[in-house]
């Protein structure tokens, strides 16, 4: 399996971007999708996950009203929409696939992306 992330980039506090993750390789359509995110010193951390059919959708409280997660099982697509923006949302955004439907710690991830760069100005 191989995960393209893409749409990173810099913007503005309270700026938005749309990160993409592109899937190829297996039936993306039986996966649940997650967005984690990696600060520079900072763990990685669960960030957003949807399931296979569209549903069940995870936050992390952070991000909950500000971020909406998105899948196009069509397209092996996965979107996370990021709207008001804040500094301590920069980071390094990854996305991952995973055969369970709501265990979203890295460790029960199934296989990577590479990371796309975030980051916000104040």
């Known amino acids: 399996v191989q995960l393209q992330a893409s749409g990173g980039g810099q913007v503005q506090a309270g700026g938005s971007l749309r990160l993409s993750c592109a899937a190829s390789g297996r039936t993306f359509s039986r996966y649940s999708m997650g967005w984690f995110r990696q600060a520079p010193g900072k763990e990685r951390e669960f960030v957003a996950g949807?399931?296979?059919?569209?549903?069940?959708?995870y936050y992390v409280d952070s991000v909950k009203g500000r971020f909406t997660i998105s899948r196009d099982n069509a397209k092996n697509t996965v979107y996370l929409q990021m709207n008001s923006l804040k500094p301590e949302d920069t980071a390094d955004y990854y996305c991952?696939?995973?055969?369970?439907?709501?265990?979203?710690?890295?460790?029960?991830?199934?296989?990577w992306g590479k990371g796309t760069q975030v980051t916000v100005s104040s």
């Open positions: 991952a696939l995973t055969r369970y439907a709501s265990r979203w710690s890295p460790d029960d991830m199934d296989y």
């Open positions: 949807i399931g296979w059919s569209g549903g069940p959708i």
